[in-house]
């Protein structure tokens, strides 16, 4: 926090050497009347759907849940660090957000971001020192509202506690937005996905003169995202004629919106993979063997190959970190109740992957379970090459 303190005291300086004499010229804010709230956001993955691939995962994005209508000091279009531009409000002020009151933040670790048109009372929070490893203080000072809290936030009628800062740096341009009240809550996983969640704003968030946030602006509204399948790595292409190509130990990768739920753990020798609780059986895979070294369309229509035992099917995890690789279920062939190595396809074979209609996962954090396309609208045929 003392790092956003002396960006705005440089910032400061610079415009009294350059004989600016109102802060608004400079940070684009306020300087009278109470604290407005012109934004408040949830974080979002909205990146995923212009980019339908691992790397889209990015998680800096920000979905608005409100903008003050008609008011020119909420932000429009705004510049992500990795040179992407997006739309936070409406350009015109007189529209309300896109997804007023039903944003989706994204599981497992979510937050809230409030922003207003002026800097705060910074007693809104306290500074604490930090930690190293060792539990040593390093010098610097962290912002935290973990024992102010200047907001109450609910999901599903149950409070949630949390912790967070204030950053009085930023403005409608920047990214982040700001300056803001950040709000993450201590166990994000305890709120089980498609949660309704409100938050609002308490009596102790003051401007530097002492005003109050009007009680008109003090409530709002979002939900946890329901989990869902984003997308398989590889995706089926346009003809599914198996021209994909896929090594004989490359796992099948689905992308999902929230951790799964992990099954048991199994280990053999130093490998360890965690199962997932996707019945083996609710995964239909067929295959035949290549046609002259290449992919048999017929194993892909339908019209030739044989089942694959499901007892030979693994559905398992890629990782168990929650906001990366516990997102990702795998599937190949080997025995669900070891790691071994030599676990895979077949060399020189095509292979047809489905999911039995009304298949289903479940989130590690409770709520409704995600369905996986049925047969009919999900189908990836792949070949894998010849062995050396």
């Known amino acids: 926090m003392l790092d956003y303190r002396s960006t705005i005291a440089a910032v400061a300086f610079a415009g009294a050497l350059l004989g600016c004499g109102d802060p608004e010229l400079l940070n684009d804010l306020r300087t009278s009347g109470p604290p407005n709230i012109t934004t408040v956001t949830v974080m979002s993955d909205l990146e995923t759907a212009d980019d339908p691939s691992p790397s889209g995962i990015g998680r800096i994005v920000e979905t608005a849940?409100?903008?003050a209508v008609g008011d020119p000091k909420r932000p429009g279009q705004v510049d992500l660090p990795d040179i992407r531009v997006i739309q936070v409000c409406p350009n015109d002020v007189k529209e309300a957000a896109d997804a007023t009151g039903v944003a989706e933040a994204v599981p497992p670790a979510w937050f809230v971001r409030i922003v207003f048109d002026k800097l705060l009372n910074p007693a809104v929070e306290e500074l604490i020192d930090e930690v190293d490893a060792q539990g040593r203080p390093t010098g610097v000072k962290l912002g935290s509202l973990k024992h102010t809290q200047p907001v109450t936030l609910r999901c599903n009628g149950a409070d949630v506690p949390y912790d967070g800062y204030y950053a009085p740096n930023?403005?409608?341009q920047s990214w982040p937005l700001g300056p803001s009240l950040f709000i993450e809550p201590l166990d994000p996983t305890s709120v089980p996905v498609g949660s309704l969640?409100?938050?609002r704003l308490g009596d102790d968030i003051h401007s530097k003169t002492g005003q109050s946030v009007p009680d008109d602006q003090r409530?709002?509204?979002f939900q946890?995202?329901?989990?869902?399948l984003r997308f398989s790595e590889p995706a089926p292409d346009d003809k599914n004629d198996g021209s994909i190509s896929l090594g004989v130990d490359t796992p099948v990768d689905f992308f999902f919106t929230a951790p799964l739920e992990k099954g048991n753990e199994v280990t053999t020798g130093k490998d360890k993979i965690t199962l997932s609780k996707l019945p083996p059986a609710e995964v239909n895979i067929t295959f035949g063997p290549n046609k002259d070294g290449e992919a048999d369309p017929a194993v892909c229509d339908g019209s030739a190959g044989a089942p694959v035992d499901p007892t030979k099917v693994r559905t398992y995890l890629l990782g168990t970190t929650l906001t990366t690789t516990?997102?990702?279920?795998?599937?190949?062939?080997g025995d669900p109740t070891s790691a071994a190595p030599e676990a895979g396809w077949e060399p020189d074979s095509t292979y047809?992957?489905?999911?039995?209609?009304g298949a289903t996962v479940n989130p590690f954090q409770h709520g409704d379970p995600a369905e996986l396309p049925g047969a009919s609208d999900y189908t990836l045929c792949f070949h894998t090459p010849a062995a050396d």
């Open 352 to 357: 047809r992957l489905q999911f039995a209609d």
């Open 197 to 199: 969640c409100t938050i």
């Open 219 to 221: 409530d709002y509204q």
């Open 326 to 333: 516990q997102l990702v279920l795998r599937i190949d062939l």
């Open 224 to 228: 946890l995202a329901a989990m869902a």
């Open 170 to 172: 930023g403005n409608r």
């Open 65 to 67: 849940t409100f903008c």
